[in-house]
């Protein structure tokens, strides 16, 4: 059974930055489409960015443009989400989804993702 595990979550304040990690048991995400969504309570989970399963192409939610960069490092085998210039509305839960693929496209809507996190805790004070 694959399991997805998130990590990095935290209380910070606005301006700061915070990294945020997924890796995996059971399966290694090198075959996988990767993204990370977002979540508060009362609203729809929301896109915020996706890897290829190569790295090759990235994209993000125009709200974190220019602030967040996803990555992944092969030989450790895991995804991230670099995190900076912080601001209150990025607060929310944050959950990394994988979809095991032979193609290198993106993905951007949650329902085209068959494996979650649990998900991580993202505070930002202003």
């Known amino acids: 059974q694959v399991q997805l595990v998130e990590s990095g979550g935290g209380t910070v304040q606005a301006g700061d930055s915070l990294r945020l990690s997924c890796a995996a048991s059971?399966?290694?995400?090198?075959?996988?489409?990767m993204g990370w969504f977002r979540q508060v309570p009362g609203k729809e989970r929301e896109f915020v960015a996706a890897?290829?399963?190569?790295?090759?192409?990235?994209n993000y939610v125009d709200s974190v443009k220019g602030r967040f960069t996803i990555s992944r490092d092969t030989a450790k085998d895991t995804v991230y989400l670099q995190m900076n210039s912080l601001k209150s509305e990025d607060s929310a839960v944050y959950y990394c989804?994988?979809?095991?693929?032979?193609?290198?496209?993106?993905?951007?809507?949650?329902?085209?993702?068959?494996?979650w996190g649990q998900g991580t805790q993202v505070t930002v004070s202003s």
């Open positions: 059971g399966r290694a995400l090198s075959g996988a489409a």
């Open positions: 890897i290829s399963r190569d790295g090759g192409k990235t």
């Open positions: 989804a994988a979809r095991w693929t032979l193609d290198y496209d993106l993905r951007y809507r949650d329902r085209e993702y068959g494996n």
